[in-house]
């Protein structure tokens, strides 16, 4: 099957990489990592069970980010995605289909999985234009009546296990409510950065930030703009101020993960993401600062992913603001295994978010 063949391939390449951290580990100081405060972060078991799919559209997938409407509901965004049944032994078919893309749409707690319908079978909901090539999702928002997402293009370059790379990032337009996707437009980004992983709007701005994920530890960037420029021009962070040039961008920030989180509370921004100071972490981080910007005070490990090792891997964090409750945000993160690809076939809670509920009053 060409996608389970897709997602033996993807999978291998995680391998790999696993290696390559445990080697870059030898000269690289990997710092302790205390237990979970369970005054700080607990499981939000509520929203683990809402996932824990196991038939009618979504069944499984990655990236897990969100972005909520004026309208009630929360369009929740998933990169690679199973869909179809998930038998009552916990295992999926091995003829499940899987595609790049999807949306799930909440309203209340009622989800509806949104893809395309083709004569070859389901399809991912954001088709790329070009062969080859496919969208995982990153972060957007809400613009009068328009929902604005950002996009990630990745591309087979060659049948080698690690064939496929970055080429460019991408501004979807989508109509609201219908969600129908109206167009795609190509964004200028700085030095390889996968811009619009997170995305923050202030009064003034809409800030952007960006990974650059081919440097270990990963680096996070960040660009601004306004809601009526998204698509560009944007002015990116040099370290000292601003500049329209994306040559000048400069890091704010190592030990990132591909994907983050940004979110404002009061005066304080926060930056929540997988502690990418060492190879593969199994902890997740809070950093704060005074402006979008920073300087980055921390990090504060808050909490300690259960179950991670050697064959499964945590990875990706993502606040879900529109949830919170006080000082309480939801967060998720994800898991997958990644030496055995039939893995997710004989137990498919594996690759699906996991939930927390996250304190930040008790944060320092």
Request: one cysteine or more; hydrophobic letters at 40%; glycine letters at 10%.
């Amino acid at each position: 099957m060409i996608k389970a063949a897709i997602y033996r391939r993807l999978s291998a390449c995680s391998f790999l990489c696993i290696v390559l951290f445990v080697i870059l580990a030898c000269f690289h100081g990997v710092p302790s990592r205390p237990n979970t405060d369970p005054r700080i972060a607990w499981p939000a078991a509520d929203y683990n069970q809402m996932f824990n799919r196991k038939g009618d559209g979504w069944t499984g997938g990655d990236g897990t980010l969100s972005i909520p409407l004026k309208d009630g509901r929360t369009v929740w965004l998933f990169g690679d995605t199973f869909l179809g049944r998930v038998r009552s032994d916990g295992t999926r078919p091995t003829k499940t289909p899987m595609i790049r893309n999807s949306l799930v749409v909440q309203t209340d707690r009622r989800l509806d999985t949104r893809y395309r319908q083709t004569e070859e079978g389901p399809a991912a909901f954001f088709p790329s234009p070009f062969p080859d090539t496919w969208f995982w999702p990153g972060d957007g928002l809400e613009v009068g009546n328009k929902m604005r997402l950002f996009l990630h293009r990745f591309g087979q370059i060659s049948p080698q296990l690690w064939g496929w790379q970055f080429t460019g990032t991408v501004l979807s337009t989508l109509s609201l409510p219908d969600l129908e996707l109206e167009r795609l437009d190509e964004v200028a980004t700085a030095k390889g950065a996968l811009f619009g992983v997170s995305v923050l709007k202030t009064k003034e701005y809409v800030y952007i930030y960006g990974t650059r994920d081919d440097a270990f530890p990963k680096l996070a960037h960040i660009a601004r703009a306004t809601t009526k420029s998204l698509s560009g021009p944007w002015e990116f962070y040099t370290g000292r101020g601003w500049s329209a040039d994306p040559r000048d961008s400069a890091p704010i920030l190592s030990g990132v993960s591909t994907q983050y989180s940004v979110f404002q509370s009061g005066r304080l921004f926060y930056l929540v993401t997988m502690d990418g100071r060492g190879p593969f972490p199994d902890t997740i981080a809070v950093y704060k600062a005074g402006s979008p910007e920073g300087p980055w005070q921390g990090p504060r490990i808050i909490y300690k992913v259960p179950g991670v090792g050697r064959d499964v891997v945590a990875y990706n964090p993502f606040v879900h603001s529109q949830f919170r409750e006080g000082n309480r945000y939801l967060i998720s993160y994800n898991l997958n295994h990644v030496n055995d690809p039939s893995a997710v076939f004989e137990d498919a809670a594996i690759y699906r978010p996991r939930f927390i509920w996250v304190d930040f009053a008790q944060i320092e």
